[in-house]
């Protein structure tokens, strides 16, 4: 009797691991004894301005946190001048980046990309069943606004277009008489501002002007939630609800909850932690600027990109791997070895200008 046949996995997912190798979206830490300087993940280096262990104190953790989330939303609506109906809570960006694509694709329809940028908006896609056409950025990593409207053209399947502002990894901002150009495209355009809180400046404008625009961040970075996994949404209002709709409803758990709350009652807290972030940005990329075998961009995020050569790449990796030091290598189409270096505090900073010249030398 033949036996009937048993698929495992969804058929496009054998491919995945062929098509991601060599890329992470994780880094590996190095091995390494003494204290490692973690500059590889954009996190903030200091613990967040609220109190924490008094936030825990108060939770009742044998009961489900609100799904709703109806206290956390509408602080974040009131914050953004928008309606509490459009606003959507997810488990980091990283969820709602994920639903936006499960709700928006069918399967074997594309999203627009503009490479480089964050890599999940392709993994995403590609675990999903989707497929990805790349628009990539020009010389100065900014976007492609007529490569956009051409990809849009010749793909009739093109749903969905993040953009991401700043842009991760390259600092870069797209300001808003960019993003108007692209307006009357049949897609949907998420503007990922999870860098928002160190450029201070939104596309969120133009939820006003397309009912097809919406923007996502995240309480990781600037706030310094990272562990606790709290992004955001502002969403045309029929997108929010079904986000709100589909997703797992306690995917946002009671800790995470509360904190975001904090941190939103006190926003004043984090300005000078901010200023201190950019002012220590600035120290990194003008001494990085006189480092002859490196590209510095400007950044209006907490991270810089350099593009660098091979041999660079080779003395720096091994000299950052003794310091104990890591960083994130990435693809450029402009460069052979390129990388993307978070801010940290002021001593990771020095300890990592040093390598450096060490590698420099
Ligand atoms: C551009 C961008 N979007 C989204 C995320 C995910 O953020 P979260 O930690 O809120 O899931 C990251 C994290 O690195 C990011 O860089």
């Known amino acids: 009797m033949n036996e009937p046949s048993f698929r495992r996995f969804r058929a496009h997912l054998g491919d995945l691991e062929a098509q991601w190798s060599g890329t992470t979206a994780v880094p590996e830490a190095p091995k390494f004894s003494g204290p490692l300087a973690k500059m ?89 069943g989707g497929t990805v056409v790349a628009v990539p950025r020009d010389r100065e990593y900014q976007i492609d606004v007529e490569g956009i409207r051409v990809a849009c053209e010749n793909n009739p399947g093109a749903r969905l ?37 160190f450029a201070g400046k939104t596309l969120a404008p133009l939820l006003a002007k397309s009912d097809r625009f919406g923007v996502v961040r995240s309480f990781s970075k600037g706030y310094g939630l990272a562990g ?24 946002v758990n009671l800790l995470a909850q ?9 926003l004043d807290r984090w300005e000078p932690r901010f200023a201190s972030i950019l002012s220590e940005r600035e120290r990194l990329r003008s001494a990085l600027a006189t480092v002859p075998a490196l590209r510095v961009l400007p950044s209006e995020a907490n991270f810089l990109f350099c593009e660098s050569s091979r041999q660079f790449k080779e003395k720096l990796e091994s000299v950052l791997q003794e310091e104990g030091i890591s960083i994130r290598w990435l693809a450029s189409p402009y460069s052979e070895a390129a990388f993307r270096v978070s801010v940290g505090t002021q001593e990771e900073n020095g300890r990592f200008l040093r390598a450096v010249e060490r590698a420099a030398s």
């Not at 797209?174 to 928002?196: C, H, Q, S």
């Not at 606790?228 to 995917?251: F, Q």
């Open 228 to 251: 606790l996994r709290v992004g955001y949404g502002l969403l045309p209002k029929d997108l929010a609800r079904l986000i709100r709709l589909v997703r797992p409803p306690y995917s």
């Open 40 to 128: 590889d993940s954009n996190e903030n280096p200091y613990p967040p301005e609220i109190d924490m262990p008094e936030i825990a104190q108060g939770l009742v953790a044998n009961r489900y946190p609100d799904s709703t989330m109806e206290d956390l939303r509408a602080k974040i609506a009131d914050l953004n001048g928008v309606d509490p109906e459009c606003v959507v809570v997810g488990n980091g960006c990283d969820e709602i980046i994920d639903l936006l694509i499960r709700m928006t694709l069918e399967p074997g329809e594309a999203i627009l990309n503009c490479p480089p940028t964050f890599i999940m908006y392709q993994r995403f896609t590609e675990i999903f």
């Open 161 to 197: 277009l993040f953009l991401c502002s700043p842009n991760n990894p390259t600092g870069t901002v797209t300001p808003p008489r960019l993003v108007e150009k692209l307006l009357d495209l049949p897609l949907w355009i998420i503007a990922d501002e999870t860098y928002y809180s």
């Open 258 to 266: 509360k904190a975001a709350e904090e941190v939103l009652d006190h």
